[in-house]
């Protein structure tokens, strides 16, 4: 059984950085991509950043590039998701997801873990 668990979410105040961590245990998570996705109330879900098996590729939705970065240390099966300069537009609850590389970004995840909460005060 493949289990996802997110961390480090918070309060911070506009401008400020948060680091989420998705520490992955069960199956291959080290083969396999990883992405965050958010959902802000009332709101579908939305893509965030994602990167492929060794970080080789990542990718970004357009409104976090220059300001959060995806990595992940294998050894330790656990991704991360470095905010930096974070807004208002950035609350939302963050999800971890995993699986087998299917040619997408946005869908076809095996794995979701259970979100963890990001406020971003003005």
């Known amino acids: 059984q493949v289990l996802l668990v997110e961390s480090g979410g918070g309060l911070v105040q506009a401008g400020g950085s948060l680091r989420l961590s998705c520490a992955a245990s069960g199956g291959f998570f080290n083969m396999w991509s990883v992405a965050w996705f958010r959902q802000a109330p009332g709101k579908e879900r939305q893509f965030v950043a994602g990167?492929?098996?060794?970080?080789?590729?990542?990718y970004y939705e357009d409104s976090v590039k220059g300001r959060f970065t995806i990595s992940r240390d294998n050894a330790k099966n656990t991704a991360y998701l470095q905010m930096n300069n974070l807004k208002p537009g950035d609350t939302a609850v963050y999800y971890c997801a995993s699986g087998i590389p299917n040619g997408s970004w946005y869908e076809g995840y095996d794995y979701w873990g259970q979100g963890t909460q990001v406020t971003v005060s003005s």
């Open positions: 990167a492929t098996w060794n970080s080789e590729t990542t």
